[in-house]
């Protein structure tokens, strides 16, 4: 039996994908019986409920733009005066009542709220729905968090003026740090200011977890108060994911519903600890934590970012769910940035688009490389292939470019690599050459490089420069941990007396390998 390589540390069991289900879809099927009793209803409800919600919005809007007349969103924004606090606090919250009343909204109430002196910020989850705004409404039209251009939405953009919001701009690079300074100066501001609600996971799941929380709420480092969702009913008319039902046909299936039950639960305020008001990262989980332990449902590092990358995904025709990695995990671990896994997710679908349920075999790995199978490349195949089952999904293969492989990349190894192919050291490799030392590495006598040299000669001059080999090795670092990978294997036969010509011949030329290779297992692992 083939010598196998020893780790020499444990692989972080932390870095390996749990078992969760995607949080950003929703899949409702109803059945035949169940479509025709929504028909039935909706005949008769859709049609009272909306002339009731239209004669609600007519009340509402003159309410709306009177406590918003000549009052300021931007530039030197103070508190609403007494009056018009008092019509948002009392009249608003009242025909907001009566709005969700005529969507057939049944509330439960659990708990306190707790006043803007004992909690200046709300912080509410799960988000699964454009309906979460009745929270708003029970709590008394608090401070939001909303994008600027959901101000010129037509009558509801009037409505939430009304709640003074802190508006975040994707135009204004400053728009998340000058966003967080207003939530502090306001949760700071003694009670001038009413709270201010978040929903800190930024974007809708489907209540089957708790994703990571955004730190915004917890920066000031003020007492939170957390407050629960729940939707308990047999029929789900109201989760809006990433995939899933369209924001139209759920408005729709709600409205035929008799009513849809929505439970608010105002858990006690929870006050940071000196370690959690200098670290708003444990801040955050902390809250999370509690509100998940009450929800009885499990948490995850998946962010808004593996929603963009799911999209990503969908979009180079690989299975949506290749692009949920936990990101949030993945780059406090790896010092990853958005732009650099995007990238990556392109290069992995060049590799797996072809393969189903877009996973990569060791056959397509092999392809992507141009070279054959061999014990050498199924050995780095398995550098990256982290749980054993034989393929390579996204998050294994961004692991592997970014610990195994780059580190191995360096200046030094390109250079002693280059040096190992240009046997007649005239600074320029040829194809035999090339062809000479790959048979040798990858133990394959009658091996065809030729396709991988033309790829590496980007002049077609028919011999490799050092500058065309660097460029070549820099964009495609998988190769450089190839070329490590066979070292160490053959110091790994010679330590086990198997010592050949070739290994002897090898490990002159390659004293930095060594040092790169340990150095990249120990990230690794």
């Known amino acids: ?255 035929c519903q008799l009513y849809t039950t929505v439970e608010i639960e105002f858990l006690p305020p929870h006050v940071p600890t000196e370690e959690e008001k200098k670290n708003a990262n444990k801040f955050a989980q902390s809250v999370r934590s509690v509100m998940a332990e009450s929800l009885r449902i499990p948490v995850t590092d998946h962010t808004f970012e593996d929603c963009r990358l799911m999209i990503s995904a969908g979009e180079l025709t690989l299975p949506m769910e290749a692009g949920l990695v936990e990101f949030t995990k993945l780059s406090r671990k790896l010092d990853l940035k958005w732009d650099n896994v995007k990238k990556e997710l392109e290069n992995f679908a060049s590799i797996a688009c072809s393969c189903k349920g877009g996973r990569i075999r060791i056959e397509e790995f092999a392809t992507f490389l141009k070279l054959p199978i061999s014990p050498v490349l199924q050995e780095l195949f398995s550098l990256f292939d982290r749980d054993g089952d034989g393929t390579i999904d996204f998050r294994e293969y961004v692991i592997g470019v970014t610990v195994l492989c780059r580190p191995a990349n360096t200046e030094e190894v390109i250079q002693t690599a280059f040096k190992l192919f240009d046997i007649d050291e005239d600074n320029n490799i040829t194809l035999e050459e090339f062809a000479g030392l790959l048979r040798s590495a990858l133990g394959v006598c009658d091996l065809n490089v030729s396709k991988l040299f033309n790829d590496i000669d980007a002049d077609g001059s028919g011999h490799i420069t050092y500058d065309e080999f660097r460029t070549f090795a820099l964009t495609h670092p998988e190769y450089a941990k190839l070329f490590t990978t066979y070292l160490e294997l053959q110091r790994y036969q010679g330590l086990q007396g198997e010592e050949s010509d070739s290994f002897s011949k090898c490990c002159t030329y390659s004293p930095d390998d060594h040092e790169e290779e340990s150095n990249s297992d120990k990230k690794d692992d």
């Not at 409702?28 to 002339?51: A, N, Q, Y």
């Not at 308990?232 to 990433?242: A, I, L, Q, R, S």
């Open 1 to 255: 039996m083939p010598p196998q390589r020893v780790f020499t540390v444990p692989r972080q069991q932390s870095l390996l994908l749990p078992a969760v289900l995607n949080p950003f879809v929703q899949d409702v099927k109803l059945t035949r019986r169940e479509k025709i009793k929504c028909f039935l209803k909706g005949i008769v409800l859709v049609p009272l409920r909306s002339i009731f919600l239209i004669l609600v919005l007519m009340v509402t809007w003159p309410v709306a733009a009177l406590i918003t007349f000549k009052h300021p969103l931007k530039g030197e924004v103070k508190p609403m005066t007494v009056w018009r606090r008092f019509l948002c606090r009392t009249v608003m919250v009242f025909l907001g009542r009566l709005y969700f009343f005529g969507l057939g909204f049944r509330v439960v109430i659990k708990g306190r709220q707790a006043s803007s002196a004992e909690a200046p910020i709300l912080a509410v989850a799960p988000h699964s729905t454009f309906f979460d705004a009745i929270v708003c409404v029970v709590a008394g039209l608090p401070s939001t968090v909303s994008r600027s251009e959901t101000l010129a939405t037509p009558i509801f953009g009037r409505f939430l003026r009304c709640t003074q919001p802190v508006l975040v701009s994707r135009k204004d690079p400053d728009s998340r740090k000058n966003t967080i300074l207003e939530i502090s100066n306001r949760a700071k501001s003694g009670g001038r200011w009413p709270q201010v609600l978040i929903f800190p996971e930024g974007t809708c799941t489907n209540r089957s977890c708790l994703i990571t929380f955004k730190q915004g709420a917890f920066v000031p480092g003020v007492a939170v108060q957390p407050v629960l969702l729940r939707y308990p009913n047999k029929m789900d008319t109201v989760t809006w994911t990433w995939q899933g039902l369209k924001a139209g046909r759920l408005l729709l299936l709600t409205l």
